[in-house]
């Protein structure tokens, strides 16, 4: 069975995102590209919640890419099974730039668990720290990818808000970046 895993940039202060969901504080360089289009290639579906799907939905489709790194995210955005989790989002649009698109109204564990048992590559969940709280509390998630940014934003939204029991890690790996960046990547 394919494994889901969650992505989320976090400031060092815990938070996802700042007020009013500004994310302008996240620190991307070409070595952070070159990392993210690697991730993309290894994924085999995206997960997405409303406000990430509706952000991504609006870009990746009509974005140019400058480089080889944003192309191959571009394309993959475009390829990648979607998989929209929403009680809000009453209809989701494919066209030949965003393509394999799903709506789920909630997180059906029997659902998620089918979706695991097709194909081998993971299925990544690309920011949702509400769905992400979900998968987690459901056990449906197995393994933390969290890029930590040297940054102390002071206000926004908690990575795991919502989470009201103990959850045990399992430190899987770390890799630093040379603008200050820490991935950490836990099991679950």
């Known amino acids: 069975m394919r494994k889901i895993f969650l992505f989320m940039m976090v400031s060092l202060d815990g938070f996802f995102e700042g007020p009013d969901h500004d994310l302008s504080w996240h620190q991307v360089d ?22 990430t799907y509706e952000l991504m939905e609006g870009f990746w489709p009509n974005y140019k ?3 080889e ?20 989002v009453k209809t989701v649009y494919e066209t030949k730039d965003w393509q ?5 109204d909630s997180v059906d564990p029997e659902e998620i668990t089918r979706i695991k048992k ?24 197995d393994e933390l990818r969290i890029m930590i940014n040297p940054v102390v934003i002071g206000s926004g939204t908690r990575l795991f808000q919502g989470i009201d029991k103990k959850l ?8 630093k970046f040379k603008n200050g960046n820490i991935l950490v990547t836990y099991h679950i």
């Not at 394999?100 to 789920?104: C, P």
């Not at 081998?120 to 690309?126: A, D, G, N, T």
């Open 30 to 51: 070409d070595e952070f590209n070159i990392f993210a289009a690697k991730q993309m290639q290894e994924a085999g579906a995206i997960l997405f919640g409303r406000r």
């Open 65 to 67: 890419p400058v480089d």
């Open 69 to 88: 790194e944003n192309r191959i995210i571009r394309e993959q955005m475009d390829m990648l099974p979607k998989i929209v989790v929403s009680k809000t």
């Open 100 to 104: 394999d698109v799903v709506l789920f």
């Open 118 to 141: 097709q194909g081998s590559k993971p299925i990544v969940v690309l920011g949702s720290s509400q769905l992400s709280v979900s998968l987690l509390q459901l056990g449906l998630l």
């Open 168 to 175: 045990n890690l399992k430190l899987q790996s770390t890799r």
